[in-house]
């Protein structure tokens, strides 16, 4: 604290004296000099200036900048809580120093040196062509001196060749004809001085020619050639050798025998063996050691536990097809909670439990984990590429495939036909391939259980459904069975790795078999079918991602033939219609076989989502003209149902569909008004139901009970109209009654919806009417079985519609926390302070904190480009002035010499003429 | 041409492909004799005669020679009758070339009908080609401009009245011709004008025939069917000044004062426009061809009309016809509605009823929301109005598929969002008794009566929208995650309604078929025994 009291002058003062600056000891007095005395104090200038510097940078208080502290933490030392700027700066022009201004002396200089080696750093070039281009280099080199001997013609330059100024030719001709015959090849000195040159080691007798030289080279990388052939025919001799005697060595390295018979055959050597036994002895006794125990392994499970396990994992599958349900993650592999009563699934089970471990060399034994997975991605996508599915992008305008309004019938649709007929032309030969798969395995279908042929016991895998049709093309179809159970014993996941594949192929196979044999008249029967199913059902867990795909793929398929069929509906009503459009009995078998083989009851299904659409689009805008079209859209929306069988979401596409059937049966296509409810429905469509309409005067075969629906009316049309051209009454009939049905379970299904009402109470005065219009003659009596279901469906909606309406609430979809009323009092800072940003918005203040630190940056690279032209000009200012300086200096050496030159010759001069005056 | 020259060829025996060719070579011998004196003219009836032949090469060679020597003739103001002097030599050359003409011009209009479309469009050419020389001519005589109107009409008659008028001719006319010649199409609409006039004669000169009205069905078929065509490939607008209008196939004569031609005044040409469609619009016209008009309305007809209230009757006549016709023209009504003060009576109600069953599944329904954001856009209409369109369209979700809930859900939220007092539709608290304080007991049913027309009298704020509750489990994850917007605050501004309007049930299948799969297909946790379970709906009613 006194010290700073002090004054500038004092403290200046008292620095210098106390850095030896000043005082009485600094300076060297005359006499000390004289005397010799040289005091330790005496400094050099440069230092003393350094130290004088210092003092003064650390006296001088305008050069130190103090920042303030906004936040004052105790304790805590920032480094520019002082910044000495003159300091500070002096570093900042070190550092220009050394960086601008090194770079400002080496800018004229090239530094480095240029690799010019030819073919050093590349690998990739033949040791040939390496040589052959640094010779051609070498020579053009050479070639480039203009006194080169021997190369000169070779580059098709003729230099003319001199000696003493004189042409060598010339000098040729003269002297050096017939020499050798006189001395008998011996030359003497003078002669080699003359045509010499003084002499030349070399005996050749000319320059070689290229050719010559290409030769050489031919023949050097011939003869390289060779050598490495050679080299390597010995290599694999070698190596032919050494696998002869393999089995040999293997016979010494495994066999204790082969051990002793080696000892036995080098006594010699026994010595040092022993020793070497011995070592490898404890080595292998401190391995032991640490290597792991065996554990004991997990007792069998009583069956209670085992039950109890079962039923865990059935909860647990459970609760993730809820959480599937909801649309939410599950957290579980989605096939580890598979049932599994039978063999393959439990082999499957422990396989994947078991691979979790890693493999050990035991596991070789019996069941061999699959080295990386078993497939490749390729290799699964190879499967894909199945015939039927051909992956053209289909392009539609938007509103193509719409139907159009009731009072009108046409859709103008000629620009599309031209892609019509391409699509049509897709359809057809995929249909015609489908129809000859059908044709051939209706072949064997056909044959009784009692085929001669024996069964053999083992089989290829089939890989694709050619193969299988070979396979299976002998057997009866109970036969069939026996095959791909036996198929699936043969190879079955645990007994190879590869196995994994066959049984995805089997799997795709087999559900390209359901689907041929869905379509076969009359219809295979059903425990066959059964039976395919399950085992379809059993091996799509085997490689699901495939199977997946392969489903998505026919989804795709059967989607694009039922846009086809529905433009073509839309397009002409007569029009040609191609074959193999619209949905085909194979179509409704596998759709229905994705529906419970996957998690159907999923928000969303990457298989069941898309096949729902298309149904759905199928239902909505398709034209049911024929039986087989209308019991095939039933059954569609009976699957319908299945999906949201456990979800319950609304499908407005089935609803629609089951009441216009309904509504058909008796109302008056050409009266629009006759038909009640929301749905939409054209003219087309209602012309088109027109078939369902029950006439009074139609007898039915039977008073009392209804034919169901038959699969084989989805295969054709024939089947379903019964051979007659009209459909008859009966079957009119069945499909009131499976619409009636699934209106029942639809009822059941979306009771709990808060819409129910909306959503069923046209279905009151549709069943009214129906109940009105159907014939009650004694004669032409509708059956008893309709009438019977169609009172208790009424009775029922009835009551659930009461009920309904009676738990019914205004929907409060909006109870959430109360939002905060607006406040409009002034907010108040308690200690407001200018510096501080009080901006509620966050995104703004994060914006001003951006903006400045833009422009703080900006500032900075700004000062720092102003300092370093600072610098840059002060350094050309330096250099300029040592430039001057240098001149100054010429200039005035050269003047001095001048001028000493000029008072020399003035001098004389004045002698001169002061001796001339002397004289005179 | 080449190709069905040679097409015919390879048909033809050689001998008679022979002779076409030695025809073809004498028409040529023919025509250069004609052309080189005058001696010569009568070899004109031989070319006559033979392009009034079948070989249609030869037909093809004859009728172009021909015109090529007319064109000569009207240069050389040969085929002018002449009052002053009839007896005159020159003047009887005159009048037979001149009645020659004639029946080539006729010869020419009646291959308008011809089999093969490139005949056709030759004969048009041709056609026009004459009616530039004449009109030339007749400038180049009277010194005055005037557009040779008569055999104009001649020609659109026989093009437009042609029921065997191929697509080529009809672009032809149109883009060659219509697109590009300013008076050219002036004269069109004003020919078309008075062709669709109902005391039109086309026959007023012969005796025969009579109005248009007697015609038989198909020629007034063919008629509407090709104006039709033509008028809506012009492509060109009425011009707005008079210094664009510079295309002029008859040319006018040096000296005329340009400025009082009607070929060249834009009100002029936007009044045979005007009147052109007007007059069309009163045809029998085919609902598809009704539908293409009002579908065009809006954009290429009512902004060029001299009196664009001219169309209200159309447009009104068209909207109250209900179905997909209504939503078409509310878009032409629309357009009279704000920029032509046009004033509708019950214009909400007529809205309303268009929300009919079919509404999300007609072609039209991405342009009538369209508008129908525009309608509703005001904040000013009371909200019992927007009450009863938001249950409306609710209602209509409810039996809608995927394309059309995806609209219906938006809409109905930008109503509730931009209408407050509509948010009981969605959040109706229990009434208290002002008096005793407890909770009023609600009626049970649903005070909306759906066949109500009257927007008034409705209910509709009344009622809730359970609708759109239902929508939120809706079998499409999709629709039923948007219908999920209803319970959560509404913060989020209004929807861009553009981005639900071009969904499809093929654009849904392709963004989920494609979509690529991430991990395996999740699967029933019990693999399938049956093909048809038991207990399943599908077995109540069906024997396998």
């Known amino acids: 604290m006194a010290k700073q009291k002090q004054s500038a002058l004092k403290k200046l003062r008292s620095a210098l004296s106390s850095a030896g600056l000043t005082g009485p000891k600094s300076q060297v007095s005359k006499k000390d000099k004289k005397r010799g005395i040289r005091k330790p104090t005496n400094l050099k200038t440069a230092e003393r200036r350094q130290k004088l510097r210092l003092i003064q940078n650390a006296l001088n208080p305008f050069e130190m900048k103090i920042n303030r502290k906004k936040l004052d933490v105790l304790g805590l030392r920032r480094k520019d809580e002082q910044v000495n700027v003159s300091v500070a700066r002096q570093r900042a022009l070190e550092r220009r120093k050394q960086t601008i201004g090194e770079e400002r002396r080496n800018r004229t200089r090239v530094g480095g040196i240029v690799d010019r080696r030819i073919g050093e750093n590349d690998a990739e070039m033949e040791p040939e062509e390496k040589m052959l281009r640094r010779f051609t280099a070498e020579r053009q080199k050479r070639a480039r001196g203009m006194f080169n001997l021997e190369e000169g013609d070779l580059e098709g330059e003729i230099v003319e060749l001199t000696h003493f100024g004189k042409s060598i030719e010339e000098m040729d001709d003269v002297k050096f004809n017939g ?114 125990r065996a554990r004991p392994q997990d007792r069998l499970k009583t069956e209670v536990e085992a039950a109890r396990e079962e039923l865990e994992r059935l909860e647990r599958a459970e609760r993730h097809r809820r959480r599937r349900m909801e649309g939410l993650p599950s957290d579980s592999e989605p096939d580890s909670d598979r049932d599994s009563d039978n063999d393959s699934d439990d082999g499957m089970r422990a396989y994947k439990a078991e691979s979790k471990r890693r493999p050990v060399a035991d596991d070789l034994g019996d069941d061999f984990a699959p080295a990386g997975e078993i497939v490749s991605e390729s290799e699964m996508s190879l499967g894909m590429g199945l015939q039927q599915v051909t992956n053209e ?195 409704i078998a596998l759709m229905r076989i994705f529906v419970s083989v996957f998690s159907s009851s999923d928000r969303y299904h990457s298989i069941v989502t898309p096949m729902l659409v298309a149904i759905c689009q199928y239902l909505g805008q398709n034209l049911f003209a024929s039986l087989k079209d209308i019991a095939g859209g039933l059954v569609l929306v009976g699957l319908v149902h299945e999906t949201q069988r456990l979800s319950r979401r609304l499908v407005p596409e089935a609803l629609n569909f089951l009441y216009a059937v309904l509504a058909a049966s008796v109302c008056n296509a050409e009266d629009p008004a006759d038909w009640d409810g929301q749905y939409p429905l054209s003219r087309r469509h209602r012309l088109a139901l027109q078939t369902l309409r029950i006439g009074v005067t139609e007898k039915c075969l039977s008073q009392t009970v209804v034919e169901p629906i038959r699969w084989s009316w989805l295969v054709s049309e024939d089947q379903a109209n019964g051979g007659s051209r009209s459909v008859s009454v009966d079957s009119k009939y069945s499909v009131l009654r499976a619409a009636l049905q699934l209106l029942q379970r639809f009822i059941d299904c979306y009771f709990s919806q808060p819409a129910f009402i909306e959503l069923f109470e046209p279905l009151q005065k549709v069943l009214g009417k129906i109940n009105d219009r159907l014939p009650k003659f004694k004669h032409q009596k509708a059956p008893s079985e309709i009438l019977q279901l169609l009172d208790t469906l009424r009775n029922y909606l009835n009551e659930q519609l009461e009920q309904s309406q009676a738990s019914r609430a205004p929907v409060k979809m909006q109870s959430h926390k109360p939002l905060a009323i607006d406040s409009v009092a002034p907010m108040f800072e308690a200690n407001y302070s200018l510096d501080v940003h009080y901006d509620p918005d966050r995104s703004r203040n994060e914006g001003i904190k951006l903006r400045r630190q833009v422009n703080r940056e900006k500032r900075g690279a700004v000062r720092e480009l102003r300092r370093d032209a600072q610098f840059i000009a002060g350094e050309k200012l330096k250099e300029q002035r040592q430039k001057d300086r240098a001149y100054k200096d010429k200039m005035k050496k050269a003047w001095s010499v001048l001028e000493s030159d000029q008072s020399q010759l003035k001098k004389l001069d004045r002698m001169r003429i002061r001796e001339r005056k002397a004289k005179v | 041409m080449s190709k069905r020259k040679l097409s015919s060829f390879k048909d033809e025996q050689s001998a008679t492909a022979k002779s076409s060719r030695e025809i073809i070579e004498s028409v040529r011998r023919m025509e250069a004799s004609v ?187 063919a008629f509407v069917q090709n104006t039709f065509a033509v008028m809506s490939m012009v492509r060109v607008a009425p011009k707005k000044t008079a210094e664009e209008l510079d295309s002029l196939w008859v040319a006018v004569p040096k000296g005329v004062d340009k400025t009082a031609l009607a070929v060249v005044s834009p009100k002029a040409h936007r009044k045979a426009f005007s009147e052109a469609w007007l007059a069309f619009m009163r045809q029998p016209l085919t609902a598809e061809i009704f539908k293409q008009i009002l579908a065009v309305m809006h954009k290429r007809i009512v902004p060029y009309m001299i009196d664009p209230k001219n169309l209200m ?162 079998y499409y994850p999709n629709i039923a995650t948007l219908a999920k917007i209803f319970g959560e605050p509404f913060y989020k501004p209004k929807f861009q309604l553009e981005d639900f309007l071009d969904h499809t049930y093929n654009t849904f299948f392709e963004t989920d078929s494609s979509r690529k799969l991430r991990k395996a297909p999740a699967l029933a946790a019990q693999p399938p025994t049956t093909l048809i379970r038991p207990g399943d709906a599908i077995s109540d009613f069906l024997a396998y």
């Open chain 1, 393 to 587: 992008e289909e392009e539609h305008e938007s509103g193509e495939e719409e139907e159009d309004d009731d009072e009108e019938e046409d859709d103008d649709e000629a620009g599309d036909s031209e892609s019509d007929q391409s699509d049509l032309n897709d359809v057809e030969v995929s249909h015609r391939q489908f129809q000859q798969k059908v044709a051939i395995s209706a072949q064997p279908a056909g044959r009784t259980a009692a085929s001669s042929h024996e069964l053999p016991f083992t089989f290829p895998a089939p890989s694709d459904y050619d193969a299988w049709i070979e396979l299976i093309a002998d057997y009866s179809l109970d036969q069939q069975i026996v095959v791909i159970r036996r198929l699936r014993t043969l190879y079955h996941i645990r007994l190879s790795p590869q196995n994994k594949q066959k049984l995805s192929d089997l799997c795709i196979v087999l559900t390209e078999h359901l689907a041929v044999l869905a379509e076969q008249t009359p219809p295979v029967p059903v425990a066959i079918v059964d039976e395919l199913v399950k085992h379809i059902g059993e091996l799509a867990s085997i490689d699901t991602e495939r199977f997946g795909e392969h489903c998505r793929q026919t989804i795709v398929d059967i989607h694009r033939r039922i846009a086809l069929a529905i433009r073509n509906s839309s397009a002409d009503a007569n029009g040609p219609v191609a074959h193999g459009t619209g949905i085909r009995a194979s179509d």
């Open chain 2, 313 to 474: 009757d159309f447009l009104s006549n068209s909207y109250d016809a209900g179905g997909s016709v209504s939503l078409l023209a509310l878009n032409g009504l629309f357009t009279l509605i704000t920029e032509h003060n046009l004033n509708y009576p019950q214009f909400y109600e007529k809205l309303y009823a268009l929300l009919d069953r079919n509404l999300f599944h007609v072609k039209y329904r991405a342009r009538f929301f369209r508008l129908f954001e525009v309608f509703l856009g005001s904040s000013h209409l009371p909200s019992y109005l927007v009450a009863a369109f938001a249950k409306r369209i609710s209602r209509l979700a409810l039996s809608a598929p995927p394309s059309g809930a995806v609209i219906a859900i938006p809409v109905v939220y930008n109503l509730l969002k931009a209408h407050p007092k509509c948010m009981v539709l969605i959040h109706r608290m229990p009434e208290y008794d002002e008096a005793t304080g407890e909770e009023k007991v609600q009626a049970a049913n649903d005070p909306y009566l759906a066949d109500e027309p009257d927007l008034a009298k409705c209910r509709a704020i009344d009622s809730s929208l359970w609708e759109m509750q239902t929508l939120q489990s809706h």
């Open chain 2, 35 to 221: 052309l080189s004196s005058q001696q010569n003219l009568n070899d004109v009836v031989d070319i006559f005669n033979i392009a009034k032949g079948d070989e249609s090469e030869a037909v093809f060679a004859a009728i172009s020679s021909l015109g090529r020597i007319y064109n000569a003739l009207w240069e050389k103001d040969l085929l002018n009758r002449s009052k002053k002097h009839k007896d005159t030599a020159a003047a009887k050359v005159s009048d037979w070339l001149r009645d020659n003409y004639n029946q080539y011009v006729v010869l020419l209009r009646s291959m308008l009908s011809h089999s093969e479309a490139p005949m056709q469009v030759a004969a048009l050419k041709l056609l026009l080609q004459m009616i530039e020389k004449e009109g030339e001519s007749t400038g180049r005589n009277t010194g005055m401009y005037e557009f040779p109107n008569d055999s104009f009409i001649a020609v659109i008659e026989a093009v437009l009245d042609n029921s065997a008028a191929s697509d080529h001719l009809l672009r032809s006319l149109a883009d060659s011709y219509l697109n590009i010649y300013d008076d050219l199409r002036m004269y069109f609409y004003r020919d078309v004008t008075k062709m669709a006039s109902p005391d039109y004669d086309p026959f007023r000169k012969s005796k025969r025939g009579g109005p248009r009205t007697s015609h038989v069905v198909e020629q007034v078929e």
């Open chain 1, 179 to 292: 020499f050798d015959d006189e001395d008998g090849g011996n030359i003497d000195g003078g002669q080699v001085a003359a045509g010499h040159f003084g002499g030349f080691e070399e005996s050749r007798s000319g320059p070689k020619t290229k050719a010559e030289i290409m030769q050489e080279i031919i023949a050097k990388s011939k003869k390289h050639k060779y050598e490495r052939q050679l080299a390597k025919e010995q290599d694999d001799e070698l190596r032919r050798e050494l696998d002869g005697e393999l089995a040999s060595i293997k016979a010494l390295l495994f066999s204790k025998d082969g051990a002793e018979d080696d000892e036995d055959d080098k006594p010699m050597m026994k010595a040092v063996d022993s020793k070497a036994v011995d070592q490898s002895y404890d080595t292998v006794v401190k391995e032991l050691v640490f290597e792991k």
